[in-house]
Structures are given as C-alpha cells and as structure tokens.
T-cell receptor
Framework: AQSVTQLDSHVSVSEGTPVLLRCNYSSSYSPSLFWYVQHPNKGLQLLLKYTSAATLVKGINGFEAEFKKSETSFHLTKPSAHMSDAAEYFCVVSDYDYKLSFGAGTTVTVRA | DAGVIQSPRHEVTEMGQEVTLRCKPISGHNSLFWYRQTMMRGLELLIYFNNNVPIDDSGMPEDRFSAKMPNASFSTLKIQPSEPRDSAVYFC????????????FGPGTRLLVL
C-alpha cells in the first residue's frame, strides 16, 4: 500500500530565502511521485513529477525535488522564495496505477 | 491548450436540491477523474472513467451521487438530493492514458449546501 507523510503542515519563509518542504512516502513498488501546488481558490497545478529517470527533478517556477530511495523521501526545494509562492503544496505518490495518495498538504507563507 | 474546464465555479444551493457539476477534460485525454476536497478528509477520489466507461466508483459516497460520461469531452457529477455535508470543492482531472500518467486538474467547483 502507498502513503505519503508531509512533515510540516505550515512553513513560513522570508522572501528571497530558501524553501524546503519535506515529504516521506511508503510504497510497495517503484513509485511515481508528484508535487502539486494549490493557490487560494484555485485548482491543483503540477509542479514536477518523478518517474525513475533521474533522482533530481526540476519543475516549474524554480522548484526542484530530489528522490532518495534509501530515505524514502521526496523533498521539494526552491533557492529563493517569491511572494507568489504562497500556496498549499501537496506531495503525491502513485504505486502502479491511477490511484493517487495525497499528503495532508503544507501551507507556505512568504514574509516580505 | 485550455486545460480541464469545470462549471460552475461556485454553487450555492439549499438542502434537498439537485446539483449538477460539469467537466470538460483536456482534448485527447481518455481518462477522467472526479475528486472531492474537504478540510476533514483532504482529497478523495470519487470515480474514475477510462474511455468513457466507469472503471472505479468505489469512492462515491452513496446513492445520492451519480456520474456520467456520455462522450470523450464531457462528464457530469450529480448530487440528488444534496445535503449540507456535501459542501466541498469538487475537482475534475484528466490524464492521457490513465495508469501512472500525470493527472491534470481543473479549477474546481466550490459547492455550498445550506
């Protein structure tokens, strides 16, 4: 069975400083892993996807994530936060089919 | 590409009324998903269609909920009769082939049942 744990429910950063969102997963297979972002009153937008091609995945808007099998982690980072990064972020795992397991979400606030 | 289109974006209705939510998937995608998002339960898969056929409806809460996909470019989710506990954001998503293909989400319909 697959599951996802997002280790922080809230992250607050200053504009221009790095962002780190932590995600651990559990999977019986070689999983696909995703990060989605949801801005207030908007739908979920795909930031990036890991599918075993490369352990460091680059996404949109300067985000990237590193897959670490030994640690069962898929943390999301961005070197310099922007005010527009304020949103909720979901780590998602898919074992082998269409069923996605969503993390509880991490709310990011960016201080000016 | 226009992305996944949902309508209406907001719906306010009274308990007992019928509610119909609509979705147009991305052209060329043959898999469609309906999700519900609430504070208490997060995102839940309600139903999955592949090539217009319902494959998995195990997430549909009860008989008050029904979903159809009459063709490749249109799907509806109907609640009849609606109840206050149905208040949530309902998302439609589509993917190219199902399986582990990336799912692309629509903007959602925010439903409030009074």
């Amino acid at each position: 069975a697959q599951s996802v744990t997002q280790l922080d429910s809230h992250v607050s950063v200053s504009e221009g400083t790095p962002v780190l969102l932590r995600c651990n997963y559990s999977s019986s297979y070689s999983p696909s892993l995703f990060w989605y972002v949801q801005h207030p009153n908007k739908g979920l937008q795909l930031l990036l996807k890991y599918t075993s091609a490369a352990t460091l995945v680059k996404g949109i808007n300067g985000f990237e994530a590193e897959f670490k099998k030994s640690e069962t982690s898929f943390h999301l980072t961005k070197p310099s936060a922007h005010m527009s990064d304020a949103a909720e972020y979901f780590c998602v795992v898919s074992d082998y089919d269409y069923k996605l397991s969503f993390g509880a979400g991490t709310t990011v606030t960016v201080r000016a | 590409d226009a992305g996944v289109i949902q309508s209406p974006r907001h719906e306010v209705t009274e308990m007992g009324q019928e509610v119909t939510l609509r979705c147009k998937p991305i052209s060329g995608h043959n898999s469609l998903f309906w999700y519900r998002q609430t504070m208490m339960r997060g995102l839940e898969l309600l139903i999955y269609f592949n090539n217009n056929v319902p494959i998995d409806d195990s997430g549909m809460p009860e008989d008050r909920f029904s979903a159809k996909m009459p063709n490749a470019s249109f799907s509806t989710l109907k609640i009849q009769p609606s109840e206050p506990r149905d208040s949530a954001v309902y998302f439609c998503a589509s993917s190219r082939r199902g399986g582990e293909e990336t799912q692309y989400f629509g903007p959602g319909t925010r439903l409030l049942v009074l």
